[in-house]
């Protein structure tokens, strides 16, 4: 199931500010920026997948869906205000499996998931 609208970002100049002036770290699988805005009452995701990963859709839609998972199921704990964006790499096709830990565990670092 996909993030619901409200928590998706979707302008493409959310997208070009959070690469800009966005704080980053990355994994082996992703480079995550994220930017807390207390102006906003909720959080938005968004997700960077190019045809650089993988040249079918299929396969790109996938990794949005195991991107998008647990930040679904765990959306009641994650902080409000935050902004933050996955720029998918090449490796994650090979480590499907981990995606879900390692989201939870950014978002974690990032101090936007709370530990309950």
Known sequence: MALP???RL????????LKSKGK??????FKAFFLKDNSKSQSCF????????????VKRNRLKRLFSEPIL?????VG????????VKRS????????????LESLKTMRALSND
Do not use: M
Not at 24 to 29: C, G, I, V, W, Y
């Open 5 to 7: 609208k409200k928590y």
């Open 10 to 17: 979707r302008e493409r100049s959310d997208f070009r500010e």
């Open 24 to 29: 980053s770290f990355d994994t082996p699988l």
């Open 46 to 57: 968004g997700f960077i997948i190019s045809k650089k990963v993988s040249l079918l859709a």
């Open 73 to 77: 199921t765990n959306l009641s704990k």
């Open 80 to 87: 409000q205000g935050y902004r933050v964006l996955f720029l």
């Open 92 to 103: 994650c096709l090979k480590n499907e499996r981990e995606i879900s830990h390692l989201v």
